[in-house]
């Protein structure tokens, strides 16, 4: 059964250093999805994705993210100067109707 | 979105059926609602989803009401791989054009053995 995959599957780095978290979503999909959930809170909606551009976006999806789909596969999501607050599990979707999520990637800012 | 109202967490027995009680008394016509789970921290996964009717996949059945303001996930037998947190999500229509999905707190099951 096809699956998203999120790569690295537990990233550390120092407050103030760029990340770049890849996710690829099931091949026939065509709306990509970032979530995030800090530890003991709730799965919180990032930026949704479409015909490559932003098709929405949430309060927490500030000038510090962006996102790309450099290639035919890959979805990326870059933080550009982490912050401590921004230490949590990040989750890549994808969607032809249901979102189906990818198994995370745990983002630790030192 | 409508919210919905879930019990923070569950028990079941081994074997029994599970049945994950949901409340959108607000939900209006064009919207759906979800299931989701979420086992330990690895990412929800889908279960099953329904407007008015009805449903049963492979993995459980979703109860609506008539009037559309509750409903009702039921694992007919439940194992101890179910333990998750499960979440009803109420969304405007089926397609990926309408966005983001809303998680609550959602229902701690417990499976026990």
């Known amino acids: 059964e096809p699956e998203v995959t999120q790569t690295p599957s537990h990233q550390v780095t120092q407050m103030g250093q760029e990340v770049i978290l890849r996710c690829v979503p099931i091949?026939?999909?065509?709306?990509f999805y970032w979530y995030r959930q800090i530890l003991g809170q709730k799965v919180e909606f990032l930026v949704s994705?479409?015909?490559?551009?932003?098709?929405?976006k949430s309060e927490i999806f500030d000038d510090q993210f962006s996102v790309e789909r450099p290639d035919g596969s890959n979805f990326t999501l870059k933080i550009r100067s982490t912050k401590l607050e921004d230490s949590a599990m990040y989750f890549c979707a994808s969607s032809a109707g249901e979102q189906f999520f990818g198994p995370g990637t745990r983002l630790t800012v030192l | 979105d409508a919210k919905t109202t879930q019990p923070p967490s569950m028990d079941c027995a081994e074997g029994r059926a599970a049945n994950l009680p949901c409340n959108h008394s607000t939900i209006s016509g064009n919207e759906y609602v979800y299931w989701y789970r979420q086992i330990h921290s690895q990412g929800p996964q889908y279960i099953i989803h329904g407007l008015k009717n009805n449903e049963t996949n492979e993995m459980a059945s979703l109860i609506i009401t008539e009037d559309r303001k509750s409903s009702t996930l039921i694992l007919p037998h439940a194992t101890l791989r179910d333990t998750a947190v499960y979440y009803c999500i109420v969304k405007k229509g089926r397609g990926s054009t309408l966005g983001r999905l809303y998680f609550g707190r959602g229902t701690q099951l417990t499976v026990w053995p």
């Open positions: 994705f479409y015909n490559n551009e932003i098709s929405e």
């Open positions: 091949s026939n999909h065509l709306y």
